[in-house]
């Protein structure tokens, strides 16, 4: 008896803690903007495995949200994003939301603002397709998945928000 009651209290104990784990916990998803800049703000986030990245289109034109591999230039299948441009605050604004269930690093670009081109040491970076206005760096950015609390820590202010309502232009 006194055994059944251990085992009990052992295995409560055990989905207390999973619960309580920081790679479990629930967290707020992390928000990506775009706007006429033809860039991604928060072009560096960090979230945990299984935590949304929501991309939030700000902008009037539209973009696109394209996973690729830097080793071999190849465009993902399964992260390919696509967000329609708003009249502003009170019009329908676009969203694409992903998760990804492992550690890593993973690089994406907006293939309508970026052309993915080969360097010299033979590794894929987007760069500023030709004629495209904007804030000068090519429409692309980086999503750390992590378990680390320090490089979550680094998410830039704007990423909790999910509409910045002075982001708004085309
Ligand atoms: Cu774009």
């Not at 999973?18 to 560096?44: D, I, K, Q, R, T």
């Not at 004629?131 to 950015?141: E, L, S, T």
């Amino acid at each position: 008896m006194i055994y059944k009651t251990l085992l009990a209290t052992a295995s409560m104990l055990g989905a207390f803690m999973m619960l309580n784990s920081p790679a479990l916990a629930a967290s707020p998803p992390v928000y990506v903007h775009m706007n006429g800049a033809n860039m991604f703000l928060e072009n560096v986030v960090a979230v945990k495995p299984g935590q949304k990245v929501v991309f939030i289109n700000e902008d009037t034109g539209e973009h696109t949200i394209i996973g690729y591999n830097p080793a071999t230039g190849t465009a993902s299948k399964t992260f390919n994003g696509y967000v329609a441009g708003t009249k502003g605050p009170n019009d329908k604004i676009a969203s694409y939301t992903i998760s990804f269930p492992h550690t890593g690093i993973v690089d994406y670009y907006c293939s309508v603002h970026a052309d993915l081109v080969k360097e010299p040491d033979g590794m894929t970076m987007p760069k500023v397709r030709k004629g495209v206005d904007g804030f000068g760096d090519p429409m692309a950015g980086i999503i750390i998945v992590t378990t680390d609390p320090h490089i979550l820590a680094e998410n830039p202010k704007s990423s909790a928000t999910k509409i910045l309502p002075d982001y708004f232009g085309g």
